[in-house]
């Protein structure tokens, strides 16, 4: 256990040490990593997890347009949601202690660089002492896909390392 969080720390400092120097080296289209962050916060003032998603935008708009499209053919009326919204709320889920599902609310985004940050929030009745997510963002669209999460529930943090196939973590 103690190893695994050592490795995913330090896989998790070196993607996110590395990763900018690529927008800005013009590197950024070939993706040497494929990588998403993701961090949620309770803010107990508002009674909500706050969740914001880091994405490279031509993928995360690559996969969301693809998504879309599969919607759409089966569902016309579906294109009333953005792409990127849909394929996020899709692809990245949360739910409570019990595993009952969080409904995710955009709260907005931008678009820095070569990346997207997306902001999503989630009504809890209380302060979780743990939530499960699952964060399958680009899974359908790269095999060597890896997905950080880290979590803050008050006084408590915790991180999970998403690869292809994982399912949902116990943060």
């Known amino acids: 256990m103690v190893i695994s969080m050592i490795v995913l720390r330090t896989a998790a400092v070196v993607a996110f040490a590395v990763l900018p120097a690529f927008g800005r080296s013009g590197v950024a289209n070939a993706h040497p990593l494929h990588t998403s962050f993701a961090e949620i916060t309770h803010d107990p003032r508002s009674g909500t997890l706050l969740i ?5 935008v031509d993928d995360f708009t690559k996969a969301s ?4 499209q599969r919607l759409i053919s089966r569902d016309p009326q579906s294109a009333r949601q953005s792409p990127l919204i849909s394929y996020a ?3 990245f889920t949360i739910a409570d ?3 009952k599902p969080l409904a995710l609310e955009s709260c907005g985004g931008k678009r820095v660089g070569e990346l997207m940050w997306l902001c999503f929030k989630a009504r ?3 302060q979780p002492r743990s939530i499960r997510v699952s ?5 359908d669209t790269y ?5 950080v999460v880290q979590a803050t ?3 408590r943090k915790a991180n999970a390392l998403f690869t292809p196939g994982d399912g949902t973590r116990r943060l």
């Open 143 to 147: 095999k060597d896909q890896i997905n």
């Open 97 to 99: 202690e019990a595993g």
């Open 52 to 56: 914001s998603l880091r994405v490279f």
């Open 153 to 155: 529930l008050g006084q």
């Open 124 to 126: 809890v009745v209380s």
């Open 89 to 91: 709320v899709a692809s």
């Open 65 to 68: 347009n693809a998504h879309q």
């Open 135 to 139: 964060n399958r963002i680009l899974f």
